[in-house]
């Protein structure tokens, strides 16, 4: 990118951390109003109170909701971090979990199941983070247009001996590896992801053995 299009997207980040940070004030109220509406029913616990059931049943389902709004707003927020360096070292594992979160509406709108398969283990590169999430999440779309209602994609960072990336691994009821890599190749969503693994320094290769597409990166691009 050059340094118009980063500008622009730091702009953007900035605003949408600062918002997610408004959100989560929002939810905090949220919460503690329902926190106290809990405590004055336990006070009043013997005496008569119409509906009391119904109204546990809603306040455990708000609380449940703001604790999922939460958790989205805290993934949005590192998302919206992300360009706050133009490169910078990541984590592989937290960075792929952190897109199949942002990804995962996409995914259940086709009934598709989007896994990370994560390590206790850091695997850290210095890389374009904004550039890397775009290519996972533009691997990740290829799929969805192949894989049928009930797959799941996994994705798995590792390191092969020198080489780091993302191998990502279609399973369930799909087309032969044949068709699935003709499907692929002639999509305009794969010209575009070979487009930002090249701005990378890295690959983006359809896997031999498997219907799936695996993300080759350089340990540092800055060296290169």
Known sequence: MNKKENNEVAFFGKITAGITHEINNVLAIIKESTGLMEDLMLLSKEAHFPYREKFQKSLSRINDQVSRGTNLTGILNKFAHSPDKTISEVDLHELTEQVVALSQRFARLQCVTLVHN???????????????????????????????????????????????????????????????????????????????????????KLDELNCGINIYLPYDIALL
């Open 118 to 204: 994560s390590s206790d283990q850091p695997l850290m590169v210095v890389t374009q983070p904004v550039q890397l999430q775009m290519a996972i999440f533009t691997a990740i779309q290829c799929c969805l247009d192949v894989i049928e209602s009930g797959g799941t994609i996994e994705l798995c960072p590792q390191k092969i001996g020198v080489e780091y990336g993302i191998h990502m691994v279609c399973q369930g009821h799909l087309p032969s590896q044949k068709v699935f890599n003709d499907h692929i190749y002639s999509s305009e969503k794969w010209t575009e992801l070979q487009k930002i693994t090249l701005a990378l320094r890295g690959l983006a």
